[in-house]
């Protein structure tokens, strides 16, 4: 898996070591991770069946986009997480965020209760927790399926939902921002299970690893 981080305002060292312990852990997934977008392009996804970018801001080039873009549409699996909901803006990147489903638009910062919307294997068997982080409102594309898996009681904002584009799978996960969410066990089961079926397991169990992000 090619795991895509950089830009302000996260602890990228101590979330990227996380992801990497909790996907590797018990699995056959071996995590490459970098801060260098000329990773999209085609020819070096090629090895990779996931793409997991929590990167914020920023630009890409028609190369980069379009390798991604072809990489994922072919059956390669894309998992968004948290401020990539907002990557990439500088350079338009349009077609990203109709892959995606939704673009970032907004968010305070405080206390909300996420709640399940059905059975997926992602979700199963989960129920709904309390959480502290980044209360993201999104801009959806009303013309774009997306299977809803969570929601913020709140005000019904989506905070993960699961789509699919061309032949690939895609995941994304609004929650992110800090170790109040990081630490919650839930997050970390939405984030293995996630990947999992992003890379066409319809049937992921739970991870052996705990992972707590240091305060």
């Known amino acids: 898996m090619l795991l895509l981080w950089g830009g302000c305002c996260h602890a990228w060292e101590q979330q ?6 909790l996907l590797e852990t018990g ?10 977008r000329e990773s999209l392009r085609r020819e070096t996804l090629e090895p990779f069946r996931v793409v997991f970018i929590m ?3 920023g630009g890409i080039t028609d190369e980069q986009l379009g390798g991604l873009l072809g ?6 699996g894309l998992v968004v997480l948290h401020a990539a909901a907002g990557a990439f803006r500088e350079s338009g990147a349009q077609e990203y965020f109709r892959m995606l489903g939704g673009k970032f638009r907004s968010h305070k910062y405080g206390d909300f209760r996420v709640e399940f919307t059905g059975e997926h294997p992602v979700t199963r068997g989960l129920r709904g927790f309390d959480v502290r982080d980044e209360d993201y409102v999104h801009d959806l594309y ?11 009681t709140s005000d019904g904002e989506p905070v993960c939902w699961v789509r699919h584009y061309g032949r690939g799978r895609v995941l994304y996960l609004a929650l992110g921002h800090d170790r109040h969410s990081w630490n919650n066990r839930n997050f ?9 079926w992003a890379a066409g397991n319809d ?13």
Not at 27 to 36: F, G, L
Not at 142 to 152: F, Q
Not at 204 to 212: H, M, V, Y
């Open 203 to 215: 049937r992921p169990g739970l991870p052996q690893a705990r992972i707590r992000l240091p305060e």
């Open 142 to 152: 009303p013309d774009v399926e997306r299977h809803v898996l969570a929601v913020r």
């Open 16 to 21: 990227t070591q996380a992801v990497q312990t």
């Open 71 to 76: 990489f994922v549409r072919d059956g390669g």
């Open 188 to 196: 970390q089961i939405i984030l293995y299970r996630g990947t999992l």
């Open 27 to 36: 699995t056959a997934i071996r995590v490459t991770s970098t801060d260098d």
């Open 55 to 57: 990167t914020q801001g």
